[in-house]
């Protein structure tokens, strides 16, 4: 399929003097004085030499954000080969000695805003911050925690979270967080990998304006993790420590200056997860350094964040948005936590949050987007929301009505950042760039350092027509492994399988002749009828315009005797009814606005759309089911929202194997 992209006139285009102003202009400047980078071209020169001389570029990043190496690096890069590549041998560091340096020059500034649904503000200082940190690392250490032992959060979006994770990362042991409102099954499935040492937790949590009692399910994940030597209760709820574990308080009242442990460049800083909806999650072990470098190259100049801002991203840490948000501390930035629903009291709930942290960045996911939109919300009229500079959005791709949405009723010179990147590598492929225009439905650029190309099936690239994603060259935040992987090939088979050598990601992209990226859905779950392929993203975004539409889930069935089945399933608003006249506005949108060959074989209202854990809609199970596998094997029932509603469609595909539909 060709994407035609005529010339259009932007969105939004950066003034003159912001282009000045941002970090990214004044980074080109200094690199095309030390480090040969070109000084005219803008953007676009800038990441031609930033691929073409990848070794320089970032030491380039290393030198312009001062990064501490306690022993000094041999190279740049030892070896450049994927997967395997060796960034910076020799150098030790610490990522948290990092995260914490604000608190020498603004020790009573804010470093955290933390938010509950209350919508109270209770600012953690610098200084409080590295105080805890000190404490808690302190305690770790007299916990026999070493370098390398793995150490575990069941918490919330909360200070504590960050504390935790800084002090172990302080301590050079391995982070890993799941978020409470994961079971425990869902849980195991992810730490049982990794046999943390120690679990930090809390006894339940607050979503929606209820309470949610979880010591039970810690009481199982304490039976059912051998490796623990101590369990840390955070009383969220104000419930007594149970036997057996420590109290948070007591582990950090103490005034210990914190101890960094200088460990290798690639040493693991944590694990993340992949959300394992067809077997156990991917254990995604991603560096120290690594993460470092690529966390100030992408807050630092692709965010353009510093210590004047205030950033807020809505996730949860079992997200890894919650990382890379933590991250935001690099910068000096004061990072935005808040703990409960999106959408309580009511759908603008993130609005208000961004007007009472003053976040100058805020980024949120296309869906929040698009059901404020549905829903009627108008954020600039019913808050002041002057200090946000940019709107980010990430987890699903934005579609062209939610940034005419985000323009028309937040503001009309506001900087739109639709992002696109993955736990794979903590980090955007992708997305913002501070001095470039903004188009509808487009991300503005590929990220420095990283060679974004599509390619066709024959590994060519491909301009202004869709391909795979991939990435030539490696990356600092690429995993070092995965856990329990010992030859590789599970991480050899999830990257680099159909081009050797190559990182595929599994996204089907544009990337036009101006160098913007447009995403179309996962390649996995592509439609292709008669050889024209298109995303399910862009399905998606056409029929949820129609006001009826809630969400929708679309398939592309290959079938024994070489037919194609192609099923939309919608789940509707309500009071909304399924009859001819909204089934035929549906099919009338998709063949007008995409293609006659994608419209719909059939159109079936469902109960609801089943996600993982983390939000995203469900294809590829859905997919398998329909094919007639068993639900058992078809996804891991831990990783998913609503398991009934995966009965559901189990038993559609039983009435569909009987000659039914």
């Known amino acids: 399929m060709t994407t035609e992209h005529a010339p259009s006139e932007p969105l939004w285009q950066p003034g003159q003097d912001r282009i000045d102003a941002a970090a990214v202009t004044r980074f080109q400047t200094w690199a095309a004085e030390r480090h040969g980078a070109p000084a005219e071209g803008g953007y676009a020169a800038l990441h031609?030499?930033?691929?073409?001389?990848?070794?320089?570029?970032?030491?380039?990043?290393?030198?312009?954000?001062?990064?501490?190496?306690s022993t000094p690096y041999e190279s740049v890069l030892g070896d450049r080969s994927m997967p395997g590549a060796q960034w910076f041998p020799g150098a030790t560091l610490n990522y948290a000695e990092h995260a914490l340096r604000a608190a020498a020059d603004r020790p009573d500034a804010p470093a955290l805003l933390h938010v509950d649904e209350t919508q109270e503000v209770t600012p953690v200082s610098w200084a409080e911050l590295r105080r805890q940190v000190g404490a808690l690392a302190a305690e770790l250490r007299a916990l026999g925690v070493r370098p390398g032992d793995r150490v575990s959060g069941y918490l919330p979006n909360i200070p504590q979270a960050v504390a935790a994770f800084l002090a172990t990362a302080a301590v050079g042991a391995v982070w890993t967080s799941c978020a409470p409102d994961f079971g425990a099954r869902s849980v195991l499935d992810r730490f049982q990998q990794v046999e943390p040492v120690v679990l930090f937790t809390v006894d339940g949590y607050r979503y929606g304006g209820k309470e949610h009692d979880r010591r039970d399910t810690v009481a199982e994940l304490r039976r059912e993790l051998p490796t623990l030597r101590a369990v840390v209760h955070i009383p969220l709820l104000g419930t007594d420590t149970p036997e057996g574990a420590l109290a948070w308080s007591a582990l950090t009242t103490g005034d210990r200056e914190p101890v960094f442990e200088q460990v290798p460049f690639d040493h693991p800083l944590w694990v993340l997860y992949s959300s394992g909806t067809t077997g156990l999650p991917k254990a995604i072990v991603q560096s120290q350094g690594g993460i470092l470098l690529e966390h100030f190259k992408q807050l630092g100049l692709h965010c353009d964040l510093g210590p004047e801002d205030r950033f807020f991203w809505y996730t949860s840490t079992g997200w890894m948005m919650w990382n890379f948000l933590v991250s935001g501390l690099l910068t000096g930035t004061t990072v935005v936590v808040y703990d409960g629903s999106p959408g309580y009291p009511d759908t603008g709930a993130q609005w208000r949050v961004a007007e009472i942290t003053g976040a100058t960045l805020y980024g949120t996911s296309a869906a929040y987007v698009m059901a404020c939109r549905k829903a009627g919300v108008h954020p600039s009229r019913d808050h002041d929301l002057s200090r946000i500079a940019c709107v980010a959005t990430t987890g699903s791709p934005l579609p062209p009505?939610?940034?005419?949405?985000?323009?028309?009723?937040?503001?009309?010179?506001?900087?739109?950042?639709?992002?696109?990147?993955?736990?794979?590598?903590?980090?955007?492929?992708?997305?913002?760039?501070?001095?470039?225009?903004?188009?509808?439905?487009?991300?503005?650029?590929?990220?420095?350092?990283?060679d974004l190309q599509a390619w066709d099936p024959q590994?060519?690239?491909?301009?202004?027509?869709?391909g795979e994603l991939v990435v030539t060259n490696p990356m600092p935040s690429m995993p070092v492994r995965f856990w329990n992987d010992p030859d590789g090939s599970r991480y050899h088979d999830s990257y680099f399988e159909m081009f050797p050598g190559v990182w595929r990601h599994g996204d089907w992209i544009t990337i036009t002749d101006r160098g913007s990226v447009v995403i179309h859905g996962r390649s996995d779950s592509t439609l292709n009828r008669q050889g024209v392929r298109m995303g399910s993203a862009d399905i998606y975004e056409a029929v949820e315009r129609l006001p009826e539409i809630r969400e929708s889930l679309v398939i592309g069935l290959e079938?024994?005797?070489?037919?194609?089945?192609?099923?939309?399933?919608?789940?509707?608003?309500?009071?909304?009814?399924?009859?001819?006249?909204?089934?035929g506005r549906i099919k009338q949108t998709i063949r007008t606005e995409?293609?006659?060959?994608?419209?719909?074989?059939?159109?079936i209202e469902v109960p609801g759309v089943p996600h993982t854990l983390t939000g995203k809609?469900?294809?590829?199970?859905v997919k398998r089911l329909l094919q007639g596998t068993d639900l058992a094997k078809a996804v891991n029932p831990g990783s998913v929202d609503d398991l009934d509603l995966l009965r559901f469609y189990e038993g559609l595909a039983r009435k569909r194997a009987q000659g039914g539909r």
Do not use: N
Not at 595 to 603: C, K, L, N, W
């Open 48 to 69: 031609r030499w930033s691929v073409d001389h990848l070794e320089t570029f970032w030491q380039a990043v290393a030198e312009w954000f001062d990064i501490r190496f």
């Open 401 to 450: 009505d939610g940034f005419r949405w985000l323009h028309d009723e937040v503001r009309d010179d506001l900087w739109i950042a639709s992002v696109s990147g993955g736990t794979d590598v903590c980090s955007c492929f992708a997305g913002a760039v501070p001095t470039l225009p903004v188009h509808i439905g487009e991300l503005q650029a590929a990220c420095l350092g990283t």
């Open 459 to 466: 590994g060519k690239p491909v301009t202004g027509e869709v």
């Open 559 to 583: 079938e024994p005797e070489g037919g194609y089945w192609m099923p939309l399933f919608v789940h509707l608003a309500e009071g909304a009814t399924l009859d001819e006249d909204l089934v």
């Open 594 to 603: 995409l293609s006659p060959r994608h419209v719909p074989d059939e159109i």
């Open 617 to 621: 809609r469900i294809e590829v199970p």
